[in-house]
């Protein structure tokens, strides 16, 4: 039965891209072949999460073209750092910024994310998941310590003490991770450079997979808010 399942989840996949060419490619093929011919030219940059449940077309309900994506383990932007080294996600946000000249950055963060419950766990002292996990979560770390005070507060907003954010708050988690990432953009010149001259917008979003809910920074007081009353 699990040969068969597995089997099963590949024959829906392959479903999905014939349902795809015949929706693109056979009644409306006039974007897929101006894509093809002239290359791609989106407005934006997403960067979101690896987790399956939330695909950033799926949820923006984008079309071909729209979105020049890129995913990791918890949204996270790394600090600019040109060492020589592989740098996959620095290597899509130069391409985007530098080669595609996208207007907009959004920052995908979400609730009930694996990479930030990893985050969470290693700061209560439980021993690293493999080889790879833990050095790429700890990216967010810095950005807990400084979007999170150190005491007092409660889940709201702007403030939670450590064993709160720990243990029950692990949306501030996510959204302070959005906010480092957020940050960590600013290291890289070339964004710096084009925020400046007024051609790039940087955004920090966070989906509430419970709820449906979408909370985006606000640009005057740098905290979440709910987009839709």
């Known amino acids: 039965m699990p040969h068969r399942a597995q089997h099963d989840a590949i024959r829906r996949l392959m479903a999905g891209v014939k349902g795809f060419r015949a929706r693109y490619y056979e009644r409306n093929p006039e974007n897929m072949r101006e894509l093809a011919e ?67 950055v959004v920052v995908l963060g979400h609730a009930r994310c694996g990479g930030i419950q990893g985050l969470i766990r290693l700061n209560s002292g439980e021993p690293p998941p493999g080889d790879f996990i833990a050095p790429w979560v700890s990216i967010a770390q810095s950005a807990c310590e400084r979007f999170i005070p150190a005491s007092g507060g409660d889940c709201g907003e702007g403030g939670a003490g450590s064993a709160t954010y720990l243990q029950d708050c692990p ?19 070339f964004v710096r450079e084009r925020i400046v001259q007024g051609h790039l917008h940087i955004h920090g979003w966070w989906f509430d997979i419970d709820s449906g809910e979408l909370w985006v920074i606000d640009p ?10």
């Open 38 to 104: 002239h290359g791609q030219k989106p407005d934006v940059l997403l960067i979101g999460c690896s987790d399956s449940r939330v695909d950033p077309a799926l949820l923006t309900q984008a079309e071909p073209g729209e979105l020049f994506v890129v995913r990791n383990v918890a949204n996270l932007v790394p600090p600019y750092q040109p060492d020589g080294h592989y740098h996959g996600t620095s290597a899509a946000i130069e391409y985007a910024v530098k080669v595609l000249e996208v207007r907009h």
């Open 220 to 229: 005057e007081t740098k905290v979440f808010v709910p987009v839709f009353e």
């Open 171 to 189: 949306h501030l988690v996510e959204r302070a991770a959005v906010r480092g990432s957020v940050e960590n953009l600013m290291t890289f010149p």
